[in-house]
């Protein structure tokens, strides 16, 4: 999901599909290798070599509904995963699509009946 893709060609004329040497690496390896250069010496004394947010881009194509999203707390991720903190999350809603039949809408929080049991 997460992760850096160089494309190498033997030159500027070929497009990377001919002969190239594609080399993916995981975004977060990648940031601890050059941390400094990244995320500037102020964000590694404060997060380490970790890069503390996350971009995505998510387009539902043809408008469906996307899934329910929960994120484990700080303490949770830094002792099951020993990430230094856990995925805090906002969202930029860049366009919605209408439909006929009912509005875009998005909801937060927990309904009060929902417990830890799946």
Known sequence: ENTV???????????PSSGAIRFTIAFDAFI???????LGHDNV??????????FNYLD???GSALPV??????????????E??????????????????????MFLGLQESTTKEI
């Open 5 to 15: 893709v160089f494309n190498f060609t033997q030159d500027d004329k070929n497009p």
């Open 32 to 38: 601890r290798f050059k941390a400094l250069e990244i």
């Open 45 to 54: 004394r404060r997060f380490g070599p970790y890069m503390p947010l996350r």
């Open 60 to 62: 539902t194509v043809g």
């Open 69 to 82: 999203q929960v994120h484990p707390t700080d303490s949770y991720m830094s002792s099951r995963f020993s």
């Open 84 to 105: 230094p903190i856990g995925q805090h999350e906002t969202f930029y809603i860049m366009e919605t699509l209408e439909r006929q039949t009912e509005r875009p809408r």
